[in-house]
Nanobody
Framework: QVQLVESGGGLVQPGGSLRLSCAAS????????MGWHRQAPGKQRELVAS???????NYADSVKGRFTISRDNLKNTMFLQMNGLKPEDTAVYYC???????????WGQGTQVTVSS
């Protein structure tokens, strides 16, 4: 089992930055990929960014060039650096981890990001 805890959300002005953190614990050696999803009110949850155990990253088109996903393996923590934030980035951001065999997805509790003047 894997436990995920997000932190770092908050209120920022357009153009500002936030750094989200996801602390992982448990059987993290079983995880093949981790990532960030977000869900705004009335909208479907969408992938923001992901990173595999091999370090390959993937980003949603809407955040390319603005967001960066990374890991600190020593601290078992994943980060999402968000720069140039826009109002449309407002959402609850969820950390997730994927176990490939057997297939299982773990989710954190979510952290609110609000971009508004």
């Amino acid at each position: 089992q894997v436990q995920l805890v997000e932190s770092g959300g908050g209120l920022v002005q357009p153009g500002g930055s936030l750094r989200l953190s996801c602390a992982a614990s448990g059987s993290i050696f079983s995880i093949s990929a981790m990532g960030w999803h977000r869900q705004a009110p009335g909208k479907q949850r969408e992938l923001v960014a992901s990173i595999t155990t091999g370090g390959r990253t993937n980003y949603a088109d809407s955040v390319k060039g603005r967001f960066t996903i990374s890991r600190d393996n020593l601290k078992n923590t994943m980060f999402l650096q968000m720069n140039g934030l826009k109002p449309e980035d407002t959402a609850v951001y969820y950390c997730n981890a994927v176990q490939a065999i057997p297939v299982k997805v773990y989710w954190g509790q979510g952290t609110q990001v609000t971009v508004s003047s």
